[in-house]
């Protein structure tokens, strides 16, 4: 039996993106057989070159790095430096533990993860994004990364291209492996730890590999790093405030500034002697006090607090008080607290077997089982907030000297209300979320040769499970409330629930969020004891009794599963009859693909009794699913034209076509045209043309709507954003809310709170979208001469997709309304705005598709080994990324070229030195200037005086490594990531580099 083997393919040379190109010896060509590269299934010859870019890292790279989160290694390769990895989870907004791939930034749905050629379970509900944490790394051979389209190889969703998992076979070991690694970052926290036992073997007609890894990381809170908590930054409006404390040129719209927090709450609580502490801290005009005002003959403070003394003290509303949402220190709620969690604490267990035997000459049997878990904890910023909470002067806990001075006030005839702002940051009643990620994958397959044939046969069943469980401590709001009306019991002098007293006693509630009409004693049964009763007033006054009694644990499950069915035949026409250039190759196969997905919220959220479910801005959680399954046919094959011929050494065509039948969206195609042209041995030019068809995932088209909110100030018509945005901005404010926009008045903070109400959620009336995906390229490798040891590739690609679906927030779509030619379009239709006043009441967000996404740049590598030494220029020149938004405007285009995330140029640079049984390493990643976070290019070119800031200047990080041979099977090495401890943009904790700093690593490998 003919085995066929995968080999790792780069256009040229199997190397890293981020690394030194490593010397291989040249087989002859009776030693070299078929194999089969990432980006297509027709087996062919090692030395030729794929017609789509396909550059590899290798497994030795990802050890070098020291990065034990593939998914934050990846991402500093150019092509996919978009990507997510699970240890920026805590702030990205991904889910929880979960490392995902985005190629081009076009999205982590258009990038397809497979493994050994073969399709992965995803580890996101309603989704295809692969969770690349469940990849082995003491397996791991290489991974390709192909960055062309393949949807007429894959499938339509590797619009943008696919990354290849490829697994080590049996006889790649020597005996058993051992790999330890252990690190810390400069600032003695951020630790981490790997290790991992791998073996294999290959004797006769057998063949075997395992592994098992584990691995752990501690987290990292933001009061930890100056960059993150109170030391992020935020753009806020540069009123009189801004420019009197900071010195900023009145000129500017907006500006940055640290420690942003929320006036009009506060998690030691704002104490308002007022009927509302928010219209006191607003010095809104409907409110008779404001805190500015003072009470009586001893001229108590409207608005009062309790410091970290325990005392009762005038209530700050911010060192820099910019406006009721916006100020600078005080005593309002910190926007990124630093008690929160910038990196997750984390765990992962790893199990994975391969085996195979050859049954016949013609009949091989094999078999792949893996199961991963996973556990990542973190912190989220509030678990609740309420405006103007009534407290009863009864209340026991109200602090002794405030209730002499409103026994004064009583006593004085000043009308007084006693209400409380406050938002639950407290230690004892954080909501942890917990992660708990199970991932279980069986491929079973047989291949082999068709009997008197030359052509190869594989059929491959594939299993794939995710069962992701998220455990929230919620608040359930009949007994928050419920602990906040205490009572002094008469009989025994203890504080209890006034319900324990008065079962019929329901406790008033907060006029923001207010709850809706099923609010009762819904989760306990009033007195019968089990009431706790809790203190309100000062910072961490949550008791722990308290805290576990009203912060209920609730498990939400995500279920997902994939079955995948496989047929292929592949070979080539050689028995048949052959081109004068030689046989055409060719695959032809069959593949069908079920995936269902399930999202079961937790018991008390279903039931609409927690914080967010209980209260006008939503209602009960539902629950969701959704399925679909594809049938496909695919061809696929290579047509030598010429060979060996002046000016034509080579000369290839190919082509793939995939028709793919969706229930329910029905049939789409999907083709593949390309071709290799090779002048001379070391000149080889190549280029594809391919289309496919990507129809809306479970989550886009079927998610249940559920509650989102916009701020208060987040709104495109107010004074310091009417001048950003298109030039159509203020024209269409004025003619959706009136003078008050043209006369500069308009402010929408004058009539909300903190938050806007909406919703979001999938989509059924979504429309499928269409990606069309050119690369045209270039490969220089000689193999003599002055430039013998030089590999230079370049490749220009360009995507186009029409109808993108994708989703939008409130914000976004309030800025598209008002940013489109007329307010006459599909933006505006899903924002609904007060008629008196202007202010946005109500929204509908989620997904849509939008006009199209077009990106085009130029790839380029070069290598060069010389002797002892190796080095390395790998980078992206990007040229294009411009969206059409609104349909019905499909001639408005926005530039997001130059935006956060979207640099113009990312190059990395590497060098490696070997001396000996030493190498020594240095890897160094160039980002160009691009926006600061939440900027566009419109709001400056429409207004250069938009905000004091811009952009975040160049960066170039720096790592170190090296390795050293002990002895024979035994190795050391170690490095230092981030050298210069290069920290993160203003307002940002992901680029250039994470929040984890300077970070020092070791690991040993030892084969028995």
Aim: net charge negative.
């Amino acid at each position: 039996m003919k085995k066929q083997h995968k080999f790792s393919l780069l256009s040229v040379a199997v190397a890293s993106a981020l690394s030194s190109p490593m010397a291989f010896a040249q087989e002859s060509e009776e030693d070299v057989e078929k194999i089969v590269v990432t980006g297509s299934r027709v087996a062919q010859s090692a030395n030729l070159e794929a017609a789509s870019p396909v550059l590899a890292i290798g497994s030795d790279d990802v050890k070098a790095s020291g990065q034990i989160d593939i998914g934050a290694l990846l991402r500093e390769s150019p092509q996919l430096q978009a990507s997510l990895p699970g240890s920026f989870s805590a702030f990205n907004g991904t889910p929880l533990g979960a490392s995902l791939l985005n190629l081009r930034n076009l999205g982590s749905d258009r990038t397809l993860v497979v493994e050994d050629g073969r399709r992965h379970v995803s580890g996101i509900e309603g989704t295809g994004s692969v969770d690349v944490n469940t990849m082995s790394t003491a397996l791991l051979s290489n991974i390709e990364i192909l960055t062309g389209g393949a949807s007429a190889v894959y499938g339509a969703d590797a619009v943008s291209g696919v990354v290849n998992f490829n697994m080590r076979k049996g006889n790649s070991f020597d005996g058993v492996e051992v790999r330890s690694q252990a690190g810390v970052s400069g600032h003695g926290d951020a630790n981490e730890f790997f290790v991992s036992i791998a073996n294999g073997f290959s004797s006769g007609d057998a063949e075997g590999v395992f592994a098992i890894e584990y691995q752990t990381t501690s987290p990292v809170y933001a009061g930890d790093r100056d960059f993150a908590g109170s030391g992020e930054y935020t753009s806020v409006a540069n009123t009189e405030a801004t420019q009197n404390a900071f010195g900023v040129d009145p000129k500017f719209a907006n500006t940055w500034v640290s420690d942003w927090r929320l006036p009009i709450s506060s998690d030691r609580g704002v104490i308002a002697l007022s009927y509302s502490a928010f219209g006191s801290v607003s010095n809104a005009s409907w409110v008779d006090y404001t805190c500015d005002d003072r009470l009586g003959s001893i001229q108590t403070p409207v608005c009062m607090t309790i410091g970290d003394d325990g005392e009762l003290k005038q209530y700050n509303t911010g060192d820099v008080f910019i406006g009721p949402f916006d100020a600078v220190g005080g005593d309002g709620v910190p926007a990124s607290p630093d008690s929160e969690l910038i990196l997750p604490e984390s765990e992962r267990v790893l199990v994975q077997s391969t085996g195979s035997y050859i049954v016949s000459d013609s009949m091989r049997l094999f078999a792949n089982a893996k199961f991963v878990f996973s556990e990542t904890k973190e912190t989220n910023q509030v678990n609740g907030f309420n405006d103007d909470i009534p407290i009863a002067f009864d209340n026991p806990y109200i602090p002794a000297e405030l209730m002499s001075r409103i026994n004064t006030l009583n006593d004085e005839n000043v009308p007084i209300s006693l209400v409380m702002s406050r938002d639950v940051l407290d230690v004892t009643g954080n909501s942890n979320p917990e992660a708990q990620r199970q991932t279980y994958r069986v491929v079973l397959g047989v291949d082999g040769i068709i009997p008197g044939t030359e052509l190869d046969y594989e059929v491959s069943l594939n299993y794939g499970r995710t069962d992701a469980d998220i455990t929230t401590r919620e608040r359930l709001e009949d007994r928050y409330f419920a602990a906040i009306d205490a009572v002094t019991d008469p009989a025994t002098g203890n504080v209890v629930c006034r319900s324990e007293l008065d079962t019929t006693a329901l406790p008033p509630t907060s006029p923001f969020p207010v709850v809706n009409d099923d609010f009762d004693f819904n989760t306990f049964t009033p007195g019968q004891g089990e009431c706790v009763p809790i203190n309100l007033f000062g910072k961490n006054s949550i008791s722990q009794e308290g805290a576990n009694w009203i912060f209920q644990p609730g498990k939400a499950t995500n279920d997902i599963e994939q079955k995948n069915v496989l047929a292929v035949v592949s070979g080539d026409t050689a028995e048949y009859f052959e081109l004068p250039a030689g046989p055409i190759s060719f695959a032809v196969g069959y593949e069908w693909r079920e995936e269902v997905s399930a999202y079961t919220p937790s018991p008390y959220a279903a039931q609409g009794l927690t914080f967010g479910t209980l209260d006008s801005r939503s209602g009960p959680t539902n629950a969701s699913s959704g399925s679909y399954d594809v049938s496909e046919m695919f061809f696929e094959a290579q047509v030598p034209l010429i060979e060996g011929a002046f000016l034509a050494e080579r000369l290839e065509f190919r082509t793939a076509f995939r028709t793919s039948d969706y229930d329910p969206y029905g049939s789409h195609d999907a083709w593949t045209l390309g071709g290799v042209w090779s002048p001379a041995e070391s000149l080889t030019f190549r280029a594809t043309l391919s289309e496919a068809v990507r129809v809306p995932n479970i989550t886009e088209a079927f998610a249940p709507t559920f509650a989102a909110t916009i701020a208060a100030g987040a709104d495109p018509c107010n004074q310091n954003e009417i001048s950003a945005g298109s030039e159509f901005r203020r024209d269409n404010c004025i003619a959706l809310i009136g003078q008050s926009v043209a006369d500069g008045t308009y402010d929408s903070t004058n009539f909300l709170s903190a938050f806007v109400s909406g919703t979001t959620g999938g989509n059924e009336n979504l429309s499928p979208e269409v990606a069309e995906t050119t690369t045209v390229g270039l490969v220089f490798n000689p193999v003599e001469g002055i430039f013998d040891g030089v590999t230079f590739t370049m490749d220009y690609y360009e995507i186009k997709i029409d109808g993108l679906i994708d989703s939008l927030s409130g914000f976004d779509i309030a800025q598209n309304c008002v940013d489109a030619p007329t307010i006459n379009n599909q933006f505006c239709d899903a924002v609904q705005r007060d008629a008196t006043n202007g202010f946005i009441t109500d929204f509908q967000s989620g997904y849509i598709n939008l006009a199209s996404v077009e990106t085009e740049g130029i790839d380029f590598r070069l290598d060069y080994q010389f002797e002892s030494l190796a080095l390395t220029l790998n980078g992206t020149h990007f040229m294009k990324h411009e969206e059409v938004r609104d349909v019905s405007a499909p001639d408005e285009v926005t530039d997001v070229l130059g935006t956060f995330t979207r640099p113009e140029w990312i190059v990395n640079v590497s060098a490696d030195y070997v001396l000996d049984q030493l190498t020594i390493g240095w890897r160094g990643r160039f980002e160009d200037d691009q926006l600061l976070p939440g900027l566009e290019l419109q709001d400056i070119e429409s207004d250069p005086n938009y905000i004091s800031e811009t952009s975040t200047g160049t960066a170039f990080t720096h790592d170190i490594s090296v390795s050293y041979d002990l002895s024979e099977g035994l190795e050391i090495y170690g490095g230092v990531n981030n050298v210069l401890e290069e920290e993160p943009f203003l307002g940002t904790l992901s680029r250039p580099a994470g929040p984890r700093g300077r970070f020092f690593y070791l690991g040993l490998n030892y084969d028995m």
